[in-house]
């Protein structure tokens, strides 16, 4: 049923502009901000606890803007997957870092790439692609169908996908050995025992420490990168940005690197991040749940 809907709503959005799709995703926000308890809440909290230096209007102004983004983001599959998967450049209106990028990967050591949940990830998977070995590290869904859809389209430019699953490192490392990239979204909560806690936006932030150990143990060049969607429907501007050389200190310190470079990002456009996404259900022990303090406006 899932993946069904999911179908349609890719051929649905197919249909139309990317500019139509962002003003259906704004319009649709107001309805799901404010029917869906469950959405506002999380995002007021996440929104009230990484940014106390605003005001509460701000701060509900940055929460409502959130949830129109997040939208903007599934709405926007379809003119990005099947209208402009082949030609995503036209989609494209400024490349940051990109040079930098290329001269790591011209000495053959390979990359990582650190994708946080912001703007548009599909977009920027569609530009890596152009890489001629670009993997990146994926989490299956539920629902089967689903993924083979996901795979389908995430592939369609010849990027290699990597399922998160026991043999994931084993191809990552031998991907990175041959100078290749590997993108990965480091910001999802891992599984218990596969993270540590470190701070991102003030919040002790329960992160995967996979990402740190392959940079420590291959010590190729690290770099987090978005594709921030611009004003007013006209595409998007890719950034890439080189990670500070404590992401190849020991395990917990490389975890705090990497959070404060992801943070680092994700503040230039702090209304582009998954923000409905409870990122801090985990708690080190005596820390209150955020979420479980009701916070409305």
């Known amino acids: 049923m ?46 009230h606890a990484c940014f106390p230096e605003l005001s509460a209007e701000q701060q509900s102004r940055l929460a409502r803007q959130s949830l129109a983004e997040t939208l903007k983001t599934l709405l926007e599959l379809g003119p990005v997957w099947k209208t402009h998967g082949s030609s995503v450049d036209d989609l494209i209106r400024q490349v940051h870092g990109w040079s930098a990028v290329q001269e790591a990967v011209a000495r053959g050591q390979g990359v990582l790439i650190a994708a946080p949940h912001l703007g548009n990830w599909e977009v920027l998977g569609l530009f890596l692609s152009r890489l001629p070995n670009f993997s990146l590290l994926y989490k299956p869904p539920e629902a089967r169908g689903l993924e083979d859809t996901l795979r389908r389209y995430r592939g369609q430019n010849g990027a290699r996908q990597i399922a998160a699953t026991p043999t994931a490192v084993r191809h990552i490392l031998q991907t990175l050995k041959t100078g290749g990239v590997v993108g990965i979204l480091p910001d999802q909560k891992p599984k218990a025992g596969q993270g540590v806690f470190a701070p ?21 060049p ?12 006209d595409g998007f501007d890719v950034h890439f940005m080189p990670c500070d050389a404590a992401i190849y200190s020991p395990t917990e310190e490389s975890v705090a690197c990497l959070n404060a470079a992801l943070e680092a990002m994700v503040r230039q456009a702090p209304a582009q991040y998954q923000w409905n996404y409870k990122r801090f259900s985990i708690t080190p022990a005596g820390c209150a749940n955020i979420y479980q303090r009701p916070v409305e406006s």
């Open 2 to 47: 899932k993946s069904a809907l999911f179908r349609a709503l890719l051929w649905t959005s197919s249909r139309f502009s990317l500019k139509t799709n962002q003003r259906l995703a704004e319009i649709l926000a107001g309805g799901v901000w404010r029917w869906s308890r469950r959405h506002r809440q999380v995002i007021q909290a996440n929104i």
């Open 200 to 220: 991102f936006f003030g919040q002790p932030a329960y992160t995967m420490t996979l990402f740190s150990r392959l940079a420590a143990k291959t010590r190729a």
């Open 222 to 233: 690290v770099f987090i990168a978005a594709a921030i969607r611009r004003a007013h429907g």
